[in-house]
């Protein structure tokens, strides 16, 4: 495994591709990694067993690792359960991170309750807390999360409409002045200013992605713009 210390102050892309998308591929994010790695990128965010296991095939650095899995009983999905930790814990990221949110988790399970038994389980493994809110994020840090992100504002119900820059990044600073584990900050950091404005702010690394490497999303801002074109 590699040291983190490396992501302190850098950028970190998060190369994944679900089902539904068009570069959906193991082989295609193990490229895109490459790429990113080639653009100076210092970790890599991924999805899947599989996708870690090509990723590592074609660069060297430090992951964290995800598994995106559905369950109908809870909106959790970004790693819900023992078993996506279990299925992680097979190609050992240097950084496991899972939904660490107030909502109840799959099988009616209490975010206390399930890290309280990961941690016991994988006492020397780093985990990350994708979070929605300050209060989310505080209570993280309190369990133990080795990381706090803030991957989750404005994505669940308590939190639509938030955006994570309002404000001059408030969000941000409130958890910053509040927490004693590193911030990693993530979700909507769309531009290079914003990257480089968080890390300003004291944030230990930045996670970019869908910028970086959704080319149909990146497409649509180019198109959506020109829509506006008065003809």
């Known amino acids: 495994m590699h040291s983190i210390e ?3 102050g850098h950028l970190i892309v998060s190369c994944q591709a679900l089902p539904n998308e068009p570069l959906h591929s193991s082989f295609i994010m193990g490229r895109m990694a490459r790429a990113a ?3 100076g990128a210092a970790g890599i965010r991924a999805n899947t067993k599989e996708d870690i296991i090509e990723i590592r095939k074609n660069v060297s650095l430090p992951i964290i690792g995800i598994i995106k899995r559905d369950y109908v009983d809870s909106p959790i999905y970004i790693t819900p359960t023992m078993r996506e930790v279990e299925e992680l814990m097979e190609v050992k990221p240097e950084i496991i991170a899972l939904d660490a949110t107030n909502r109840l988790r799959p099988n009616g399970e209490f975010l206390d309750d399930f890290f309280k038994e990961v941690r016991r389980k994988y006492p020397d493994q780093l985990f990350m807390a994708d979070c929605a809110s300050v209060q989310e994020m505080l209570h993280a840090d309190e369990l133990g999360f ?33 927490v004693t584990h590193p911030v990693i900050a993530e979700g909507n950091i769309d531009t290079p200013a914003k990257a480089k404005r968080v890390i300003e702010l004291g944030c230990f690394s930045v996670v970019i992605g869908s910028s970086i490497t959704r080319p149909q999303v990146i497409t649509k801002r180019f198109t959506d713009a020109l829509t506006k074109v008065e003809k």
């Open 37 to 39: 790695k080639e653009g």
């Open 6 to 8: 490396n992501l302190a």
């Open 146 to 178: 080795d990381l706090i992100g803030t991957t989750l504002v404005g994505y669940t119900d308590d939190t639509t409409g938030t955006h994570i820059e309002e404000d001059d990044f408030a969000i941000i600073r409130a958890v910053l002045k509040n």
